[in-house]
């Protein structure tokens, strides 16, 4: 408490060094990070010794959504001016921590929230950590962003490239809430970190989705065979069931337990459901031929069905799915948050600066201030699909007609790359941002 009675102002900040390991099945993700705090104390006002007292108290947070090999290691007290008795403690943060997939009914086009979310009833410790409490019912402090301009640095620093194997990074935001008394009479502050990503599905449509196409479209060349051949027609039409049954177990290695379909099950389902029309279509054919009388155009319109019905449904599977994704991200690097699945109301939403970079290199980043977001004139949701559609089949003719012209290409992405990676001094250090 101050002197007035009001509780202490902690300021805080965010140092994010690494955040890797985004594992789907187990829903968990590996994030390597720091929480650096500054408050006054005014007994320190004055202070002239080269170690502080031993029974000084420290802000602490305790991370609510932690899962396995979680460590938390505190990185000393530090008195940074001694005029105005300002401390300084920070926390090493290293660990999995939960991370409930979002949008998974879009796998493998889905955006991600990852949050990760720490709670204090004015929970506090000694400097060596010895001693350690809490005052649930007194809120002792109350905890702020640093103030920029200070000399404490900025609320995000980002110490690695934010290149990751399976997502791309595109924004990070944060929500500092001070609930209500519970029923017990709790006062509790909660900070709520998120960072903002998409995945890359390219691992996704090469391994799975292609070869998951190819596959099912074989089920029409059982109609190459002789129209009274139905013993080779069944048999081939069983060797694709049997084939679709064993790749389905796969699959289900990559995507976790859910009570709901992704887009690839909607896939493979609906490829089931075309190789049983295509086993029937067979059977029927072969009973008009047997009992009816059998028109020449039977079998072409009904194959001819069948092959518009395989496009049109796996068209509507996934091609949704990719635009809904590349709306979003569209959203994200342009800061238009509102409507955005991976955005929620109240959070303080900004541009990771390696992505910022990347963007402002390639021409793409069409920057807008948080507080306009929502008066910009976006227009209606069909324009805006067949704009990011557009833009994605211009996308190979771009990229054509700049190897036409000779330029190189390639390297103007490896130039990319390597500027957007951080500098040596910033690469996943051992300690908090200065």
Not at 409 to 417: A, D, F, G, Q, V
Request: charged share 20%; aromatic share 12%.
């Amino acid at each position: 408490m101050q002197e007035g009675g009001g509780p202490v102002v902690v300021n805080l900040r965010v140092a994010v060094k690494s955040i890797s390991d985004m594992q789907t099945v187990r829903g968990q993700a590996f994030i390597r990070f720091g929480l650096v705090y500054y408050w006054t104390d005014e007994r320190m006002i004055g202070w002239a010794e080269p170690e502080l007292p031993h029974d000084l108290w420290c802000p602490k947070m305790l991370c609510t959504t932690r899962t396995d090999n979680f460590s938390v290691a505190p990185d000393g007290l530090h008195l940074l001016d001694a005029d105005r008795g300002r401390l300084k403690r920070g926390y090493n943060i290293d660990g999995y921590v939960q991370n409930m997939l979002e949008a998974m009914q879009d796998f493998p086009f889905d955006c991600d929230g990852l949050e990760v979310h720490f709670y204090t009833e004015s929970n506090w410790e000694t400097p060596n950590g010895s001693e350690s409490g809490m005052v649930p019912k007194n809120r002792t402090y109350r905890l702020q962003p640093v103030v920029e301009g200070t000399g404490e640095g900025k609320f995000w620093w980002f110490g690695w490239d934010g290149l990751m194997d399976e997502w791309t990074l595109h924004g990070a935001s944060y929500l500092l809430e001070e609930h209500p008394p519970t029923p017990s009479g709790a006062l509790g502050t909660t900070l709520n970190l998120r960072f903002h990503l998409s995945r890359k599905p390219n691992f996704y449509i090469n391994k799975v989705i292609v070869p998951l196409l190819l596959l099912g479209q074989t089920q029409f060349w059982a109609f190459a065979e002789e129209l009274d051949n139905i013993e080779a027609k069944l048999n081939h039409t069983m060797t694709i069931l049997l084939t679709l049954t064993a790749y389905t177990f796969v699959i289900t290695g990559f995507v976790p337990k859910l009570n709901f379909l992704t887009r690839i099950d909607h896939g493979v389902l609906w490829i089931y459901v075309q190789v049983f029309f295509s086993g029937w279509s067979i059977i029927v054919i072969d009973w008009t031929v047997r009992y009816l009388e059998y028109r020449w155009w039977m079998e072409p319109l009904i194959n001819l069905l069948a092959v518009a019905l395989y496009i049109f449904g796996n068209v509507y599977i996934f091609v949704p799915a990719y635009v809904r994704q590349q709306i979003t991200i569209r959203r994200l690097d342009n800061s238009l948050l509102d409507g955005t699945a991976t955005v929620k109301a109240g959070f303080n939403y900004h541009l990771v600066p390696m992505r910022r970079q990347l963007l402002e290199q390639q021409g793409t980043l069409t920057p807008r201030d948080n507080e306009n977001a929502a008066s910009i004139e976006e227009g209606s949701l069909p324009r805006r699909l067949s704009q990011v559609v557009s833009e994605t089949m211009l996308r190979p003719i771009t990229v054509l007609a700049r190897m036409v012209s000779r330029t190189d290409y390639s390297s103007e992405l490896m130039r990319t790359e390597h500027h957007t990676r951080a500098r040596p001094g910033e690469r996943n250090g051992n300690h908090l941002a200065a």
